[in-house]
């Protein structure tokens, strides 16, 4: 399973035009596009910042869908009007769903950087020593890694029920991911909080 994720910092004020956006001409057209089993989208209206992860069956299939979902994504930096946009593509590693999200879901996303070679170690941590112990947090709902094998970065995932969770959450999760990347020799590039604005992904369970 692939990945690819467009990050757009545009204003404040128009990141609910960038979901309904989204949700209104963006899903539609990659829910019929062959080999796209879904999409998500997380916001930080407070800094202007959305995550949209549009995911695939096969690496072909995403290639593919570079010249259309191009498109969509200038469109979408039209509307949020965006001074900066990033777009990245992903090995799906680690895909784990304990509970349904619902409304107010929200999600912590850690970026990290480590020697390509230690991928492999980083994945069997996270599904084997991270993902069990981060289940147990009041409100957990799922986890998910990214990984880019060619440069060594990883995003790790985390959803919660509520605002509250996440910041429940954040004490202990920060301990738990920094006994990963010490273990590992992995280093924290950067730990962001957002609302779930958008969950229709229909990867199968990857753990």
């Given at each position: 399973m692939?990945?690819?994720?467009?990050?757009?910092?545009?204003?404040?004020?128009?990141?609910?035009?960038?979901i309904a956006?989204?949700?209104?001409a963006v899903w539609p057209m990659l829910r019929g596009m062959s080999g796209c089993v879904g999409t998500s989208m997380l916001a930080d209206r407070d800094a202007g910042r959305c995550i949209v992860t549009a995911a695939w069956a096969t690496e072909e299939a995403?290639?593919?869908?570079?010249?259309?979902?191009?498109?969509?994504?200038?469109?979408?930096a039209e509307v949020m009007r965006a001074d900066a946009m990033h777009v990245a593509e992903w090995d799906i590693a680690v895909l784990h769903r304990l509970h349904p999200t619902g409304?107010?879901?929200?999600?912590?996303?850690v970026w990290t950087e480590s020697d390509p070679a230690q991928l492999d170690r980083v994945v069997?941590?996270?599904?084997?020593?991270?993902?069990?112990?981060?289940?147990?947090?009041?409100?957990?709902?799922?986890?998910?890694l990214l990984v880019d094998r060619a440069t060594?970065?990883?995003a790790t995932t985390t959803t919660y029920t509520d605002r509250a969770?996440?910041?429940?959450?954040?004490?202990?999760?920060?301990?738990?991911?920094?006994?990963?990347?010490?273990?590992?020799?992995?280093?924290?590039?950067e730990v962001a909080d957002f609302d779930l604005a958008m969950a229709h992904l229909?990867?199968?369970e990857l753990a």
């Amino acid at each position: 399973m692939y990945a690819r994720t467009t990050t757009v910092r545009g204003d404040p004020a128009a990141v609910d035009d960038g979901i309904a956006y989204v949700r209104e001409a963006v899903w539609p057209m990659l829910r019929g596009m062959s080999g796209c089993v879904g999409t998500s989208m997380l916001a930080d209206r407070d800094a202007g910042r959305c995550i949209v992860t549009a995911a695939w069956a096969t690496e072909e299939a995403m290639r593919a869908s570079a010249v259309p979902v191009g498109e969509l994504r200038d469109r979408a930096a039209e509307v949020m009007r965006a001074d900066a946009m990033h777009v990245a593509e992903w090995d799906i590693a680690v895909l784990h769903r304990l509970h349904p999200t619902g409304e107010g879901a929200c999600a912590r996303v850690v970026w990290t950087e480590s020697d390509p070679a230690q991928l492999d170690r980083v994945v069997d941590a996270v599904g084997i020593s991270l993902l069990p112990r981060l289940s147990d947090l009041p409100g957990f709902c799922s986890l998910s890694l990214l990984v880019d094998r060619a440069t060594g970065r990883a995003a790790t995932t985390t959803t919660y029920t509520d605002r509250a969770s996440l910041q429940q959450s954040r004490d202990i999760g920060a301990a738990l991911h920094a006994d990963v990347a010490i273990a590992l020799g992995m280093r924290t590039i950067e730990v962001a909080d957002f609302d779930l604005a958008m969950a229709h992904l229909r990867v199968p369970e990857l753990a």
